[in-house]
C-alpha cells in the first residue's frame, strides 16, 4: 500500500466573471477576495486566477503550514485539495482519504434533527450505515447535546450547531487532514476538549495541511511553511522549533461563537 501523499504539477484554478457590464466592481470585489490577477480567457470573458502554476509535494510526515495575507490564495488551494475546486490546468495526485475542516458547518441540513445530521454526514464521507451507527454514541456524547439531538437543528442556538458539526467532522479517521485555522468551539471546558480532540486527529494523520494567520501555531504544530501571495507560492521552507515550551494549545484568533 502506497504512502500518503499530495502531487501537484503547474496546477492553476481560474474563476470566469461573465458580466461584463460590471467588471470593474467584480475585479475590485475579487481582488480584495481571492487575491487573485484578473485576465481573459478564451472566449474573451474576464477571469480572476485564484490559483496560479503552482507545483509541490506533500509527503507522510509532513505538517504544512500556510501563510499570507487574506486573498493571498490558501484557502482556494485548500479547496482545491479537497476536491471542491477542479485545476483548470495541471495535474493534482492524491493519495489517501481525505478529511476537510474547512468549513464544519457545511451540509447540516437545518430541518433534520441532530441525529439525523450524523447519519446525512456519515453518508456524505462515504460511511456505510453500520459504520455510522457505530459512531453514534461517541459523537453525541462529545456534542453534549443530550435531548437536542433529537430536535431540528434549526431550533438549535450558532454554538450548539458547531459543537454537532465538530463533533462529527472531528470523529473521522483520514490520512490527510486539510484545516482553514486551528478550530476551537463553545465555553472554556469545552474548547479544551474541542482542542484534545483536535490534536489527537492532527497526530494520527500522516499528511497535515493547515492555512493560519497565527505564527505561534506555525511554529507548534508545522516542520514546513509556505508562504503564499496573488495565488502564487513565494517561499517554502522549514519551520524552525520555537523558543519557548509554552504554547496555547488554541489559536486565540481562530476562536468560534457560542
Known sequence: MSSSSIVARNISVEFP???NSHRSLKKAVLNLTTGGRIGQDAGRHAIVKAIDDLSFSFTEGDRVGLIGHNGSGKTTLLRTLSGVYAPVRGELKVHG????LLD???GLDP????FENIYLRGILDGLKPAR???KIDEIADFSELGDYLNLPVRTYSSGMMLRLAFAISTSVEADILIMDEWLSVGDAEFSIKAAERLESLVGKASV???ASHDPSLVARVCNRKI????GKMIADEPVVAPQVSEVPLVSQSA???H
Open 132 to 134: 455510522i451507527r457505530s
Open 104 to 106: 464544519v458547518s457545511m
Open 17 to 19: 466573471i461573465y458580466e
Open 111 to 114: 430541518d433534520a434533527t441532530g
Open 255 to 257: 476562536q468560534l461563537p
Open 227 to 230: 508562504s503564499m501571495e496573488h
Open 208 to 210: 497535515l495541511v493547515v
Open 97 to 100: 482519504k481525505i478529511a476537510s
